[in-house]
C-alpha cells in the first residue's frame, strides 16, 4: 500500500544495498526521492573488470523481514536467486568434513552475490517514477539553509573529473531532508561532523580478505555441498565459500596482512596452501589461485561507530555509514536493512515528522548497533578457531538441547541474531550472554560433582552427561 504523495523531498547518498531500499522505502512513503551515487551505473559496467569485487552475502530473517516490509512483490523478485543455507560445513586439515545446522529445524541463511542483488534493486528503482538516481556524482560538502528552516543544501561534482578541475562545477540542490547510505568511508557523516557533536570511532582489526571462486564442476555442478557456507578453520585465518546460483561457489580467504604480504610469490602460496588447505586447491583451481593471490584486491576490515546518528529532521546516516562492521556475523548488510524497517516505523509513529522520529532513532538505535558491531568482532575467533574445538560442541549441543526443552524461552544466540527478526540485537546478545554464563554454570557443576563424587566415577558421570546430551 503506497502512501498519498507528499510535498517533501529527500536525497539519498549512495547506491548501494541500503541506499537502494532507502530510496524504495521513501518513495513508497509518498516523499519525491532523489538518489545520488559516485560511481557509474553497474548495469553499463565492464564484466571484465579485473578490480571487481564479488563479495557473496548471507541475507537472514531481518534483511529479509525489512525487504518484505518495504514491498512483499519486490523482495520475491530481488531474492529469487538465493541459494539457502541451512548449515556450517567444517573442513579439518586432513580433507574430512563437517556439518554443524545452523538451527534445530531446518532455518537457513541464505547466499546471494552482492553485486547481483544490487542490480535487482536498481532495475526496481528504474520502474518507480517517484525515484530519480543520478550516477557519477560524489558529495562534497553538505551545508544547511538556515533561512529556509535548516534545509539541506547537498554539493556534488562529477566523478569524471578532478575535483579541482575548472570544468568541474560544483552543483547544489536543496532537499527537505538527507538520508546519508553513503558507506563505511561516509561523506555524508564527515560532512555532518562539522553540525553535531559526533561521537565517532573507527577500528580496523588486523586481518585482511581477499576472492576466489571455486567454479562450478561438470555439467554445472556444485563440487562442494551447496546446503552448506563452508569454511576451513584454522586459528589465525580461514578459508570460506558460499554458493552461487550458477553451480559456482565464492570463496574468501581472511587473514592478517603480515601473512598476505609475506605470501608474495607463486611457490609461497602454494606451499601454504598445500600445508594449509590442501583440499581446496584442485576445487579452485591451482593458477586461478595463483592469480588471485597476485591480482586481485585485498580488503581492508573496519568497523565503526558513531552517535548520534541525525542533525535535526534534516540529515541522518544509515548502513554502513553508520556502522559498518567485520562480516563474521553477516549481519552488515542486513542491520543497514532493518535500520531502513527501523526507521520508517518511527516517522509513522511521528506522523512524519522527522526531528522527532531521526532523535528517537539516534536515541534508541545505537545500543542494537553497538551490540552487533561488537558481536561480529568477537564471532570471527568463534568461526576461525573455535567451531572446530570439543568445547565448542558440547556448548552447542548443551545449548541445542535446552533449546529443545525450554522452547523460546531459551533461544540460541546465533537463532536470536539471524532467524529472528522481532529481538532487538542488544537484547539478543543479552539475553546470549545470560545463557553463556548458565552453559558454563552446567559444564562446572557437572565436573564438581564429578569431583565430589570421586575421580573414578567422575569421568564416567562426566562422558555419560556429554553422551545423554549428544544423542539428544
Ligand atoms: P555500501 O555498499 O558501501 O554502499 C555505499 C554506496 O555509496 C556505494 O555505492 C558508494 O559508491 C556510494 N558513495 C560513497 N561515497 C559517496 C559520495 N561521496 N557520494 C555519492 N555516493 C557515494 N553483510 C551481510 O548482511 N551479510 C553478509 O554475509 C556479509 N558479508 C560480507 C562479506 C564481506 C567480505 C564484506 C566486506 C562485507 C560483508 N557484509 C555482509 C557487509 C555488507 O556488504 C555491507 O554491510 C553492505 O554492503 C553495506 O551497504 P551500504 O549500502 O550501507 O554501503
Not at 51 to 56: D, F, K, Y
Not at 118 to 142: A, H, P, S, T, Y
Not at 284 to 292: D, E, F, N, S, T
Not at 334 to 341: P, Y
Request: net charge neutral; charged share 25%.
Amino acid at each position: 500500500n503506497s502512501y498519498e504523495p507528499r510535498e517533501e523531498s529527500v536525497a539519498i547518498i549512495g547506491a548501494g544495498l541500503v541506499g537502494c531500499l532507502a530510496a524504495l522505502n521513501f518513495a513508497k512513503l509518498g516523499y519525491y526521492v532523489t538518489l545520488f551515487e559516485l560511481r557509474d551505473d553497474p548495469r553499463l559496467r565492464d564484466t571484465t573488470d579485473k578490480n571487481l569485487r564479488s563479495i557473496n552475502l548471507a541475507v537472514s530473517e531481518r534483511g529479509i523481514k525489512s525487504l518484505n516490509y518495504v514491498d512483499l512483490e519486490m523482495s520475491l523478485r530481488v531474492l529469487s536467486k538465493i541459494v539457502p543455507m541451512r548449515a556450517r560445513m567444517v573442513h579439518d586439515l586432513e580433507g574430512n568434513q563437517k556439518s554443524i545446522p545452523y538451527g534445530l529445524h531446518g532455518e537457513t541463511i541464505n547466499s546471494i552475490d552482492r553485486g547481483f542483488l544490487n542490480v535487482e534493486l536498481l532495475n526496481e528503482i528504474d520502474m518507480n517514477n517517484n525515484i530519480q538516481i543520478l550516477f557519477g556524482l560524489k558529495l562534497v560538502k553538505l551545508d544547511f539553509n538556515k533561512k529556509n528552516n535548516d534545509n539541506p543544501i547537498v554539493y556534488f561534482q562529477s566523478n569524471k573529473k578532478k575535483d579541482d578541475d575548472i570544468s568541474n562545477p560544483i552543483q547544489s540542490y536543496e532537499f527537505d531532508f538527507v538520508v546519508g547510505a553513503d558507506g563505511a568511508y561516509s561523506q555524508t557523516r564527515f560532512q555532518l561532523q562539522k553540525f553535531i557533536r559526533m561521537n565517532f570511532e573507527q577500528e580496523y582489526i588486523d586481518t585482511a580478505y581477499i576472492e576466489l571462486v571455486i567454479p562450478p564442476g561438470k555439467k554445472n555442478s556444485y563440487q562442494l555441498d551447496p546446503q552448506h557456507l563452508h569454511i576451513w578453520p584454522r586459528e589465525n585465518f580461514m578459508l570460506m565459500a558460499m554458493p552461487n546460483h550458477d553451480g559456482s561457489f565464492t570463496s574468501t580467504f581472511f587473514g592478517p596482512w603480515d601473512l598476505l604480504k609475506n605470501l608474495n610469490n607463486d611457490e609461497k602460496v602454494l606451499g601454504f596452501f598445500q600445508t594449509n588447505f590442501p583440499d581446496s586447491i584442485n576445487l579452485i583451481g591451482l593458477q586461478k589461485l595463483l592469480y588471485a593471490f597476485k591480482y586481485h584486491p585485498k580488503g581492508a576490515l573496519v568497523c565503526t561507530f558513531c552517535d548520534p546518528y541525525n542533525y535535526k529532521g534534516k540529515c541522518i546516516i544509515i548502513g554502513d555509514a553508520a556502522h559498518s562492521m567485520v562480516p563474521f556475523y553477516g549481519q552488515g548488510m542486513n542491520c543497514g536493512f532493518e535500520d531502513v524497517r527501523v526507521l520508517t516505523d518511527l516517522l509513522k509513529k511521528h506522523n512524519f515528522t522527522t526531528e522527532l522520529a531521526f532523535q528517537e532513532y539516534s536515541e534508541t538505535r545505537n545500543k542494537d548497533l553497538i551490540a552487533i558491531i561488537n558481536l561480529a568482532k568477537e564471532n570471527y575467533k568463534e568461526m576461525s578457531q573455535r567451531v572446530n574445538t570439543q568445547q565448542f560442541q558440547i556448548r552447542k549441543t548443551i545449548d541445542n538441547l535446552l533449546y529443545r526443552i525450554l522452547g523460546d524461552k531459551w533461544l540460541p544466540l546465533y537463532t536470536m541474531v539471524s532467524f529472528r527478526n522481532d529481538i532487538p540485537y542488544s537484547e539478543a546478545i543479552r539475553r546470549g550472554r545470560k545463557q553463556y554464563n548458565i552453559i558454563t554454570g552446567i559444564q562446572i557443576g557437572v565436573a564438581t560433582v564429578g569431583i565430589l563424587a570421586g575421580y573414578k566415577y567422575s569421568r564416567s558421570l562426566f562422558s555419560s552427561f556429554t553422551n545423554m546430551i549428544i544423542k539428544s
